[in-house]
């Protein structure tokens, strides 16, 4: 970007205009009049896709060369990028680029393997089901790549190298000959061999008899050559190094790699486990939320990541809206947490719906390790881990279903789970909606960016204005939340908002201006 289009905030930093994101490529798109099969209507009436294709979730390596999706169907797909390959020049000689050229990222299908198949619980009558839940790239080695996936009770560590094929050659026999002469005298030979054990014969009488079988040329071989292996072709193979199993009584909701890349902890709706890569059948519980009365519980844990560059720190989400920030230094089961983010509850601004959309489904570090993002069913806050009082910054996602509340609870869309994710500079971030819509957030102190995007071949929307409105009374917020149920959902534009297509699962590239974003069993990649 040149300076001269940039305009200096009050405080001190360079306000960036807004992106301007262009569509890069799609994958799983549905070509026009193709017949697929409909899916069931626990999906929430989602149609015209493959219920087990419908994409869960999706991770960019660290050097965002590689990106994985996963599905319900258990699959991991694996894609690379291809845009980089061909050009001269290390990846610090591709970065000194100026940066007022776009490059369009262009990725291609890598590979995909079965990750996880359907289970079933016989203790506990429990069907365990193949959806992958999360996957997190570890460190490669040997140019081989190493990733953990999980389901809802199953973690698994695998390896995807290329391996090549090995073919005999140099053989003595004619190819030709050898299929029409070779395979009748093997067959005899073995006939053979099993009519003689079969008799009474000993092994050695039946060895003698093969030599019957076989003949030599005409002219006789006038040199033995030995077979020579040699490969040509090569074909990536995906195999589970490790099974990370029975060490969780509740979903998995979390997996993350700790920086050190030894250790990762996964985490359920009550607790979370410390585990070391190389040790499959034992991990350690270092957050325990259970009550010792179920009655008595409060909250369940959401979300939970270490930081990127302290292995001994990390942070977890709740149900009722807060992060806490925990040290692996300060005692082995860490009941107390070392600090706490929340937002001050508003005077006389809570109603039956407050405490469910207050819940955060997904947290993300930045790439340094100063801000947290998080995201509730309304917002997006980013957080600063050294100020506890409060968030930086508060993004309103969809504001315009405040009034729809009702509805949204009745059909169960109010718990649905968005992701949130940080560009690599740590500028923007971004996170989905509904109708497939996705939003990305300046968040550079005095920026007004708020970009509007569709998941389509045409992603640019106008961005949907958040007027700020006065506050109300708890019962005016009732009585709005119930004459909002008789009108139909449209955004601030005059759309209409569907909410059986929700847009969930997106990730930003680690160091360039590049999303990708899943709508049902299509990926969806966008630059800017």
């Not at 149609?47 to 994985?68: C, P, Q, Y």
């Not at 077979?227 to 060490?247: D, N």
């Not at 977890?316 to 509850?345: M, N, T, V, W």
């Amino acid at each position: 970007m040149n300076g001269g289009d940039e305009v200096v905030a009050a405080s001190g930093r360079s306000l960036r205009p807004p992106l301007e994101w262009k569509f890069s490529q799609v994958f799983g798109e549905r070509a026009a009049g193709e017949e697929i099969q409909e899916v069931c209507d626990d999906h929430h009436g989602l149609r015209n896709v493959f219920a087990v294709d419908i994409i869960s979730a999706i991770e960019f390596d660290k050097t965002g060369d590689h990106l994985a999706t996963g599905d319900r169907g258990g699959r991991v797909v694996l894609f690379e990028r291809t845009d980089t390959k061909d050009v001269g020049g290390s990846r610090r000689d591709l970065e000194r680029i100026d940066h007022t050229v776009s490059r369009h990222p262009e990725f291609r299908y890598k590979t995909e393997f079965q990750s996880h198949e359907p289970e079933f619980d016989y203790l506990k009558s429990l069907e365990i089901e193949e959806k992958i839940n999360k996957i997190r790239w570890c460190q490669t080695a040997n140019s081989a790549l190493f990733l953990l996936s999980t389901n809802d009770k199953t973690i698994k560590f695998w390896k995807v190298q290329e391996k090549k094929i090995k073919k005999i050659s140099e053989m003595n026999v004619d190819p030709s000959k050898a299929v029409s002469n070779g395979t009748v005298a093997s067959s005899s030979s073995s006939n053979s061999h099993r009519t003689c054990l079969a008799n009474g014969g000993s092994p050695e009488r039946s060895y003698d008899s093969l030599s019957n079988d076989f003949s030599f040329p005409p002219g006789g071989i006038p040199s033995l050559r030995l077979p020579v292996v040699t490969s040509h072709e090569t074909s990536l193979v995906a195999r589970c190094r490790r099974v990370y199993a029975h060490a969780h009584d509740y979903h998995i909701n979390s997996i993350s790699n700790n920086s050190d890349g030894e250790t990762f902890i996964s985490a359920d709706d009550l607790r979370i486990n410390l585990w070391n890569l190389e040790i499959s059948n034992q991990s350690f519980n270092i957050v325990d939320v259970k009550p010792a009365n179920m009655e008595d519980l409060t909250e369940v844990i959401t979300s939970a990541e270490f930081h990127p560059t302290h292995c001994n720190l990390l942070a977890y989400s709740s149900s009722k809206g807060c992060i806490r920030l925990i040290d692996l230094r300060q005692s082995a089961l860490l009941d107390s947490h070392a600090k706490i983010f929340e937002e001050p509850e508003q005077p006389g601004s809570k109603s039956f719906f407050t405490e469910i959309i207050a819940s955060i489904s997904d947290i993300k570090f930045g790439r340094d390790g100063r801000y947290i993002l998080s995201r509730d069913y309304m917002t997006l806050k980013l957080w600063d881990i050294n100020m506890d009082s409060g968030p930086v910054a508060t993004f309103q996602v969809h504001e315009y279903l405040r009034p729809k509340l009702c509805d949204l609870y009745e059909n169960d869309s109010i718990f649905d789970k968005f992701e949130c994710c940080l560009s690599g500079d740590g500028l923007r971030v971004a996170t989905g909606s509904y109708s497939n819509l996705f939003r990305v957030f300046g968040c550079v102190p005095g920026s007004t960016e708020a970009t509007t995007l569709e998941a389509s071949k045409n992603p640019m929307r106008k961005p949907v204005p958040t007027p700020s409105r006065p506050s109300r009374s708890l019962s005016s917020i009732t009585r709005v939340v119930r004459r909002g149920a008789e009108s139909p959902s449209v955004d601030a534009n005059g759309n209409s908002i569907d909410s059986t297509t929700k847009l969930l699962h997106l990730a930003w590239h680690p160091s360039e201006n590049s999303i990708a974003c899943a709508a049902a069993n299509s990926l969806y990649m966008y630059y800017a």
